[in-house]
C-alpha cells in the first residue's frame, strides 16, 4: 500500500522519462502521456493486480490500452514498477525496440493488445470481460479509453454491448482532456454531454479529477464493488500536465520537445511537488 505522497512522486518519475523518451526518440505523443500520469501511477503502483517478474500470471487484472499512441505512460509505468530496465525506455521508437510507438503485443509481454488503431480497445475489452465471466475469472478488465476515440462508431457498438451482457467485471478510464490530434474535441466533433450519453446507455458512470490521486484511488475502488452493469470513470485531464508550455496546448498532442524545451520541462518536472 502507498502512501499517497508516494504515488505523487511515482506520478512525477512517470512523467520525467516520458519527456526523456519522447526528446530521445525526436518523435512521439508528449501530451496525453503527461495528462495520464497520475492514474497510471494509481494502477501499476496501487491498483492493478499483476506481478511485474510474471507478467502472463492467471488471476492478473488485465489493462487494455485502447488509445495506443499514448504508450509512452504506459512503458514508463511498467519500467519504474519492474517489467524491464528504465535503461531500455531510452530506445522508445527505435526501429528495433521492443518499445514500438503504438504498442505491439508481439514484441512485449505485459500488454494484452496491441493498439494505434483508435476506437477498438473498448470492444476487445468487452470480449475479455465476457470471457472472464464465462470461465467464472474474479480478474477485472481494465480499459483505458479517450475523448477522441468517442468519435468511432464502434466505441458505442462496445458501449451498448457491456450493458446489454452486464460487464460489472469491465472498468473502463476515459482521458477527458478536451483535446484531439486535429484540436479541441468540442471543435473538431462535439461530445458533450458525454457522461450522460454513457449513463443513458446503462452505464455506472463516475467522474473525477485525474489529477487528484485520491479521488484516482476512490474512482477505482468504488468501481471495483459495483454490481450489475459496466462502469466508465471520466477523469478530467490536462494534456501536458506538469510542463507549463505544454499544458492545454493541442499541438502537444504529438510532437517531440526540442532539446531547450525538453531541458525546461525537465526543470519543471524536477521541482513539482
Ligand atoms: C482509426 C484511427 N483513426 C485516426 C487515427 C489518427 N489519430 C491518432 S491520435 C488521434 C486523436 C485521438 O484523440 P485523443 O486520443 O483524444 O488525443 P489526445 O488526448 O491523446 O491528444 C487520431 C485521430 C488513428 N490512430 N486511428
Partial sequence: MQSI???KQKAKQIRIEIIKMVSAA???HPGGPLGLADIYAALYFQILNHDPKNPQKEDRDRLILSNGHVCAV???SMALSGYFPVALLKT???IKSNLQGHPSTRYMDG???SSGSLGQGLSVSCGLALGARLQNKTYKVYACISDGECGEGMTWEAAQSAVHYKLDNLIVFMDRNFIQIDGFTEDVLKLEPLPEK????GWNVIEADGHNLDQILDSFERAKVHKGSPTIIVFRTILGKGVSFMENKPEWHGSPPNADQEKLALTE???MK
Fill in 5 to 7: 505522497d508516494e504515488l
Fill in 269 to 271: 518536472l524536477e521541482s
Fill in 74 to 76: 504506459r512503458y514508463a
Fill in 26 to 28: 525526436k518523435s512521439g
Fill in 92 to 94: 522508445f521508437r527505435n
Fill in 198 to 201: 454513457f449513463r443513458s446507455f
Fill in 111 to 113: 500488454l494484452e493488445s
